[in-house]
Structures are given as structure tokens and as C-alpha cells.
């Protein structure tokens, strides 16, 4: 018998085709008219033009709607901004000219200098990059945006240190900013100086509360692949708060690392159960039951994944393959 075996469905209504094409047709005609319903939006809004613009994945798409709006007088600058960021991957010519009009339309801004280092960037202009990152420094000394932006290019081009180092230069602009502290420690962990990211979460630590910065500093300790402490921090995390799903996934993770795959498993499951939207816990909890040759048990973990979160396949394939 499989150890997690799949809920009963419940009982079927008696089989009417008649009334199946029906509640078929039913929903058909809802779906269509939820799609429809921003096409009767007044389209002049500048607003609504973008947000229908968002719901195309084809920024190709998204240009001809979005081209209108530089005439439009209802736009305003950050209106503007936003259609540059949408057109960008399509037509650095078009996001340009959003720029330029976003410029005209009001006074310089470290957003405008921000688009435009983004906008070289897509150019593979790095003189123009640097000119427009220093501008918006310039514009706003105690921002920190410039270097994340510049933290962002350099890790896209493949340079880790540089990312590091201009994250750094950021949280010395904004030490008390919360997720950009977090940002920062993981970065460190994942450089091999997690000690350092470890002091970082201490300095946030009464904005985070006691269990999530316990919860934080055990996933540094993981990503810096030391299981042993993790499973020491999580174990804390446990003692103030047996409810939380995470503490029970990640001291999962850290156990399993260290090669206790039953209590893993047990963990995982208390996991899955504290909070079914989350689909690691039990993603996790197949691949385990794999490895330890249990193809049945990893099948019905399989089939609730897919009962679940049919929708959201791709995130979990990988981890629980079909």
C-alpha cells in the first residue's frame, strides 16, 4: 500500500450530456467575456492601454497598442516609463522615444536615468550604461536603485564579483531596507562568505521576528551547502514555532543532505500538511521516494501533484519528473 495514499473524490452527479454541453457552453461564454471585459475600458486611459498591454507575452504585440500613448496628453511620465520597459525587448528605437517624450513631459528623474542605462543596455552600450547610471546617482546620492540596477547588468553579463560588489555599495545606501539586507545575505552565502551574510540577518532580525531570521539564516546555511548548521538554526526555528510550514520543508531539506531520508520524509509530509498550496514540500518528498526505490509511493505523489497543481507542471517536472 503506498505511504501517502490519493483523497477519495467524492461521489459523481448522475450523467445528463444534456446538461454537460450546457454547463460547457456556460463557462465557454464566461471565459470569453472575462477576456473581453478590458476591451470595453475607456481606452484613452493611459493606465488601461498598459495594463492590457501586460497581458501580452509578444512585447511585438504590445508595441502598436502602446505607440498611441506618446500622443496621448492623458500620459504621464511614469506612464511613459512603463511602455519603454514593455517595448524595450522588442524595439530599443521605440523605447527610446518613450524616453524622450517621458523626458519632455516632466523634469530629470533617477527613473528616467534608470530606463535609459537599461535602454543602452539593451543597445550593448557600456559608455552609455555608465554615463546614465552616474546621472542617476548624481540625481539621487542616497538611492540605492543605481548599483542594483548595476548589480543586475553585471550578474546578467556573467560577472558574480561585480554583482557582489555593487549590492554592497547599495545596502551601505539603505542599510535598514529589509528585503535588499536579505538580497545581500544570500548573496554572500552563495559566495562562500556566509558568516558575513549570517551577521547581516542579525541586523534585521527584530524587523524579521525570531522565526524568520532563524528560517533565513538556516537557508544561508544551506546554500552554502553546511546541512549540519542548518539543521541547528532550524531546529530553533522549530522550537518557537511548530506551525510554520517552511521551518518543517527547509529542515526537510537540511536533513535529507545529511542523509537522514526517514525523518526528511516525516518533516516533509508535516510540510505538505500546514500548508497544501505550496507544492515543494511534496515535489521533494517524490524525489526522495525515488531514491530510496519506491516507484509506487513517488507515482501517487506524482498524481497529487498533478491534481493540485496541474497548471503549474513546469515548476515541479524537474524535481518529480513524469
Known sequence: MAAFPLVHPPPRAPYRPGARLRAAAWASLAALVVHLIPFFFPRKVPAVEIDLARMMTDAEHRTPLLVPLLDNPQSTPANLREAAELVLPASVATARRFLAEAERRGAPSVENELLRARICAADRDPTCVESALAKA????????????????LAERAGDPAEALASLIRAH????????????LAHALARASRVEEGV???DTVRDALGPVDAAVERGVLWLEANRPADARAELERALALDRHDARVHYFHAVALARLGDGAKAEVELREADRLD??????????????REDGRVDEAAVSRAILEKRFGDRRFEFDETCPP
Do not use: F, N
Not at 172 to 181: E, G, I, N, R
Open 172 to 183: 551601505h545606501k539603505a542599510q535598514s531596507d529589509v528585503p535588499l539586507t536579505l538580497r
Open 276 to 289: 497544501p498550496g505550496d507544492y515543494r514540500a511534496l515535489a521533494m518528498l517524490c524525489a526522495l521516494q
Open 199 to 201: 551577521a547581516l540577518i
Open 137 to 152: 546617482r548624481a540625481l539621487g546620492p542616497k538611492d540605492p536603485r543605481p548599483e542594483l540596477l548595476e548589480s543586475e
